[in-house]
């Protein structure tokens, strides 16, 4: 038996492929290839944009697959959200689709919109939007090159973002954000209520957790006199406690311990000051709480 998976091309195509191997899968895709090749027998993969995703896991040609939660509502897919994956094209980070305008536009809020020419790629989900505020307004989809259209081809875009760079690069500005989105892994209906196929989208999905926790933490070693034992394990963050070994020498002991990447900068020092030595900080590819 096989788990149909399906996985994104395009912007997500890069880091997706990222998670996957920190969480144990080798994912290979030959150029103009859509069929990618899986270090794993029972897995079988497709690569289609996340934008057609959520429709093909809703009509069973997917088991599973990792698309953007904006597009599920796009296409009011009825699908099986499995888990949340905080993820992006430019990072581990979500997105947000926003209204913007030239900024010299007289548009200042969502009710401006009315009567006004909008151009975005979430056609649907924009109409459904403004609909429940009463709002009438021209929606027309757009190709791609959003951020060029106003004000010429439209009053305002509603458009994806990250960062905002590429709407402030073209003197754009945000006036409200009607959607927040991240990364989301789905699943078909019947194949949820399958029992073989239920267990290998969780043994997937703990991974990918665990690969995407590793993402923010590090691993850190270090040999500590026991007299000062106390001192480091004071400045020591940890998911649970720092585990202690006894050495060879029995004035000493090993300490490790599993922290947030972000905070190693600042401890690391103060671990020295407190009596560590042979501090170590290493990479890690899950964490499995």
Do not use: C, H
């Amino acid at each position: 038996m096989k788990l149909k998976i399906g996985l994104p091309k395009g912007s997500l195509q890069e880091t997706t492929f990222k998670l996957f191997k920190n969480a144990g899968y080798a994912i290979k895709l030959l150029e103009r290839s859509y069929v990618p090749v899986i270090d794993d027998p029972e897995l079988e993969g497709l690569v289609i944009r996340a934008q057609e995703m959520a429709r093909y896991v809703e009509d069973g040609i997917l088991d599973m697959g990792i698309t953007g939660y904006d597009w599920v509502l796009e296409q009011d897919a009825k699908v099986v959200e499995l888990v949340r994956l905080k993820y992006g094209k430019v990072g581990f980070r979500g997105v947000k689709w926003v209204i913007a305008v030239p900024m010299d536009s007289p548009i200042k809020s969502v009710e401006d919109l009315k009567g006004k020419k909008i151009a975005t790629e979430l056609v649907s989900y924009t109409k459904r939007y403004l609909k429940k505020r009463g709002i009438e307004a021209s929606i027309e989809f757009s190709w791609g090159a959003t951020e060029v259209k106003p004000p010429l081809l439209a009053d305002a875009i509603i458009e994806v973002t990250e960062t905002g760079a590429s709407l402030k690069a073209n003197n754009l500005r945000i006036v409200d954000t009607i959607l927040e989105s991240e990364t989301v892994l789905i699943a078909n209906k019947a194949a949820w209520k399958d029992e073989w196929k239920k267990r290998k989208m969780e043994n997937i999905m703990m991974l990918l957790k665990g690969a995407l926790l590793a993402e923010e933490k590090v691993g850190l070693k270090m040999n500590v006199p026991k007299s000062r034992l106390a001192k480091v394990t004071d400045i020591l963050p940890s998911l649970q406690t720092p585990t202690v070994s006894n050495l060879s020498d029995k004035d000493w002991v090993a300490i490790e311990v599993i922290i947030d990447e972000k905070v190693v900068r600042d401890i690391i020092p103060d671990l020295k000051r407190a009596g560590a030595q042979g501090i170590v900080e290493y990479p890690l590819n899950k964490v499995i709480p």
